[in-house]
């Protein structure tokens, strides 16, 4: 006799177009695959991905270096999360059972770092905490510029570095796609701004509003004469101790990125370094945050916040993008566009 036909309905598994890696490399190992479309699960919201962009983390996690990131995000020998792609923005496709504050056809914007990334992808599943409302005056592609280098920024200067309103901050790696948000946020904040780039990137940064802008190559601005409140340094490629005497008697310095020997040795010394009452030696670690996102999507609908964007790549072009970004060659944000 034929078994009975099962009664249970499997859910619909449908193709989507993605860029995956299933090694660790330079940016050859990346291709674009057809894989199965995310399920929802009860809390997630499956967002249709209309852009992305590209970070330094993204390269990262494509290389799997340095060795550390491996531990945090699993993957020792080969990446466990195959897809990669945290900034992201779309329009929401559908909704598990018990999400709350999302329904289809909202547009969003998220980080999906701590969600299993996924987002150089035509969809991506995400929940609902890693998601707010897109800011209603950007596009897509702008919009997906913000979540991880925005939140990034937006957490060194105001949870970390404490900015207050009148103060003199610095920012190292101005250019970046970090810095382009710090320079924006710390101005929206009350700050005056100085910010450090190459030759190239100088006049980017001033149109960027920062009130003083020192060309690197030029200027060694630990020899400049200024003491500031708050160092934000995006691109940690010098000991910190080399900016202690030019921090304020009470300022902070909050490393964000850079060599990862410069970062560490700020995570072991920094502690060690600051004073009780004097002098702060920080570092960030950057989580997705819904209220963060939400203080960006304020910002830029006030304009106080607009996403620099120096060029927008195809799905199938990430490589291309990613490879760009390595180069040293983007002034702030590159997108995707899906
Ligand atoms: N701690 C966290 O939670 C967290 C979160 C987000 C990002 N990050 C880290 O923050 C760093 C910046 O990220 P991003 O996305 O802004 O990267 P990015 O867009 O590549 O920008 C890096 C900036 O650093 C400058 N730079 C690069 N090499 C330099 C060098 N040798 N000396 C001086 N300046 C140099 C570049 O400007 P010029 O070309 O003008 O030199 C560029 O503006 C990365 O290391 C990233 O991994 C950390």
Redesign the pocket.
Known sequence: MPAPSSTVPMPEVRIMKAIVQSEYGSSDVLSLAEVDQPLVPDHGVLVRVRAASV???VW?LMRGTPFLIRLMYGGLRKPKHTILGSAIAGRVEAVGQAVTQFQPGDEVFGDLSESGFGGFAEYACAPEEALALKPNNLSFEEAATMP??GL?ALQALQDVGQLRSGQKVLVL?A?????SFAVQIAKALGAEVTGV??TP?VEMVAKLGADHVID?TQTDVTLAGKQYDLILD??A?RPFSDYLPILTATGTYVA???STGDFLRVMVLGSLASKADGKQVK????KPNQADLVTLKELAEAGKLIPFIDQTFSLEDVPAAIRL?ED?R?KGKVAIRV
Not at 175 to 179: A, I, L, P, R
């Open positions: 970070d330094a983390g990262h991880v280098s990034a790696g250019s970046g796609g970090v810095g780039a190459s990137k690197y995006a691109a490629f964000v990125g850079g570092s960030l670690e950057s970004l040293r983007v």
